[in-house]
């Protein structure tokens, strides 16, 4: 990636490619991306991992609890807004799109066989995600952590949400001047228009 380039097609293309490196490498900086959902009027985000990028279908996937507010919330309002920084790369990706759950159970069982004994844990709190935990206790506890038993303990409420784009600005800072790419994807072919910073 370079200041240097102009071509609109290369920076979108270029930046494809490390949101799909981060989808691997937890330690790229797009590895973490910030959600935000709106309820009546009132916007509210959160942190989640990038667990897929698909260019091809203009799509950005994480994974959740179907027992979270952020759930419920999508399913009334899927429009969302989401926003990487590159600190390395100085790039920030402000990207908007409509958010549906995964219905593709086969796909779920096999992303849900795949994840480590901690990761699967998040999804078998005792108490739902957001939730008060009852006074006397601070951390929520794992509903039956003996998982050898039942592989499929705690799938019922995992679940993959996938984003679907419909526009990716992308804003690279430089002391010679910071160019800021807004690319349309609900145009075909894409619309790209130069904005002011
Ligand atoms: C580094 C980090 C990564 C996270 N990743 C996820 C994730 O992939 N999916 C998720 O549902 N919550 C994730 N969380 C927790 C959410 O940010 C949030 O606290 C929780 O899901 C409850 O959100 P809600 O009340 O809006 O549903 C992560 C939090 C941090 C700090």
């Known amino acids: 990636m370079s200041f240097h380039e102009n071509n609109p097609k290369?920076?979108?293309?270029?930046e494809w490619k490390e949101l799909q490196i981060a989808v691997k490498d937890a330690s790229h900086d797009y590895h973490l991306m910030t959600l935000s959902t709106s309820t009546n009027n009132k916007p509210e985000s959160r942190t989640v991992v990038l667990r897929h990028a698909d260019q091809e279908n203009y799509l950005l996937c994480f994974h959740t609890d179907t027992r979270s507010p952020k759930y419920d919330q999508l399913k009334n309002n899927p429009d969302?807004?989401?926003?990487?920084?590159?600190?390395?790369?100085?790039?920030?990706?402000?990207?908007?799109?409509?958010?549906?759950?995964?219905?593709?159970?086969e796909l779920l069982e096999s992303k849900w066989m795949g994840m480590n004994k901690n990761s699967k844990e998040c999804y078998l709190g005792e108490i739902a995600p957001s939730e008060k935990i009852p006074n006397g206790k601070i951390i929520n506890?794992?509903?039956?952590?003996?998982?050898?038993?039942?592989k499929f303990l705690g799938l019922e409420n995992f679940t993959r949400i996938d984003i679907k784009i419909s526009s990716i600005e992308i804003l690279r800072l430089h002391h010679l001047g910071h160019?800021?790419?807004?690319?349309?994807?609900?145009k075909n072919p894409i619309d790209y228009q130069w904005l002011a910073s």
Do not use: M, P, W
């Open 10 to 14: 290369k920076i979108f293309s270029d």
């Open 80 to 105: 969302v807004s989401i926003l990487f920084y590159s600190v390395n790369k100085r790039t920030q990706l402000r990207i908007t799109g409509q958010a549906s759950h995964c219905e593709d159970n």
């Open 179 to 186: 160019k800021r790419l807004f690319c349309n994807l609900e």
């Open 141 to 150: 506890e794992v509903i039956n952590k003996d998982q050898n038993t039942n």
